[in-house]
C-alpha cells in the first residue's frame, strides 16, 4: 500500500497518451507511468512498435492500448484523442515525446531536411498541445484538466554544433510550452504545461548524435565523440528512466503547482 509521500506520484484513474513511445524515452515513460496506475495510449508512426510497447505494459500487469500515429497529421490527432477518450476514459496527461534529430553544420543542412525537423518536432507537438487543450479544458471532450508534458532538450536551452536544426525545434518547443502554460493558466483551464530537457541518453538517437559527430567531423572517432559528451556532462550519460522519473513527476500531483517550467535532465549539462 503506498504511503502518502508515495500517494502523490500515483496517477490511478488517470488516462496517459505518450507519442514516439515504440521505444526508447517515449517506450521507458510509457511504462513508468503505467506502472503508477494511469492507463496508457501509445503510440507510434511505427503501429507495430507502438503495439509491442502496449503488449509489453499489458504483460506486466499495466493497461495500455496502442494506435499508428504521424504527429504531422492533425486528422490523425483527433482521432487519436477521440479513440484515447473512447477506449480508455479519458484524457489528462499528455507526453508529447515523438521527434527526430538530423545532424548537420549549417553550410551542409539541406533545407528539406530542416523543414522535416521542424515539421516533426514543432508542428507534432502543436498539435499536440491543441488538441489536449481541446479534450482538457472544462468544455471538452474529458473536460478534467490535466498535465502536458514536452520533451524539449538541452539543445532547447544551448547551442550545439552540427545540431543547428534540432536546436531551432527544441528551443521553440521551450518557449511554446510556456506559451501555452500562461494561457491554459489565464481561461483557468485546470492544464498544466512544462518542458522536459535531457541530455545525451545512449538510446538510438543518443547513438545517431555520436555517430553524427564522426561523420562531419567533430570527431575522430566514436570513442573521441563519447568523451566530447561525456566533457559537456558531469555526471556522465543518463538512462532512459532518469527521463520517465521526470516525466512522471510533472504528470503527477505531486507537481500541482508546476507549469511553464523547464526541467534540465542532463546530468549538470547546464550548471
Known amino acids: 500500500m503506498a504511503t502518502g509521500s508515495e500517494q502523490i506520484f500515483r496517477l490511478d484513474g488517470k488516462v ?15 511504462a513508468l ?5 494511469a492507463a496508457v495510449m501509445v503510440t507510434d508512426i511505427d503501429e507495430s512498435a507502438a503495439q ?3 503488449q509489453k505494459i499489458v504483460e ?7 494506435a499508428g500515429q504521424d504527429v504531422t497529421n492533425e486528422q490523425q490527432w483527433e482521432g487519436t484523442v477521440a479513440k484515447t477518450i473512447e477506449g ?3 484524457l489528462h496527461i499528455l507526453i508529447n515525446n515523438a521527434g527526430i534529430e538530423t545532424m548537420a553544420t549549417f553550410a551542409d543542412c539541406e533545407l528539406d531536411d530542416f523543414k522535416n525537423v521542424q515539421n516533426i518536432n514543432v508542428n507534432g507537438v502543436f498539435l499536440g498541445i491543441k488538441h489536449a487543450i481541446r479534450a482538457m479544458r472544462p468544455d471538452g471532450g474529458c473536460g478534467q484538466g490535466g498535465a502536458i508534458v514536452n520533451l524539449s532538450s538541452v539543445a532547447g536551452i ?8 534540432y536546436c531551432a525545434s527544441k528551443g521553440a518547443v521551450r518557449l511554446m510550452t510556456k506559451a501555452a502554460a500562461v494561457e491554459c493558466a489565464a481561461f483557468e483551464y485546470g492544464i498544466r504545461v512544462n518542458s522536459l530537457h535531457p541530455g545525451l541518453i545512449k538510446t538510438e538517437m543518443g547513438n545517431n ?3 553524427g559527430f564522426v561523420r562531419i567531423g567533430l570527431a575522430e572517432d566514436e570513442t573521441a565523440a563519447d568523451a566530447l559528451l561525456l ?8 538512462q532512459p528512466d532518469d527521463v520517465a522519473n521526470a516525466a512522471l513527476f510533472l504528470a503527477s500531483d505531486a507537481a500541482k503547482w508546476i507549469t511553464g517550467t523547464e526541467l534540465g535532465v542532463d546530468g549538470g549539462a547546464r550548471a
Do not use: H, N, W
Not at 16 to 30: H, M, N, Y
Not at 33 to 37: D, I, P, R, T
Not at 60 to 66: F, I, M, N, R, Y
Open 16 to 30: 496517459a497518451l505518450v507519442t514516439g513511445a515504440g521505444r526508447g524515452l517515449g517506450a521507458e515513460i510509457a
Open 33 to 37: 507511468l503505467a506502472g503508477a496506475g
Open 52 to 54: 509491442r510497447t502496449a
Open 60 to 66: 506486466d500487469g499495466g493497461s495500455a492500448q496502442a
Open 88 to 90: 480508455l476514459g479519458g
Open 158 to 165: 544551448g547551442g550545439y554544433p552540427g545540431l543547428g536544426a
Open 209 to 211: 548524435v555520436l555517430k
Open 231 to 238: 566533457a559537456m556532462q558531469p555526471l556522465g550519460f543518463g
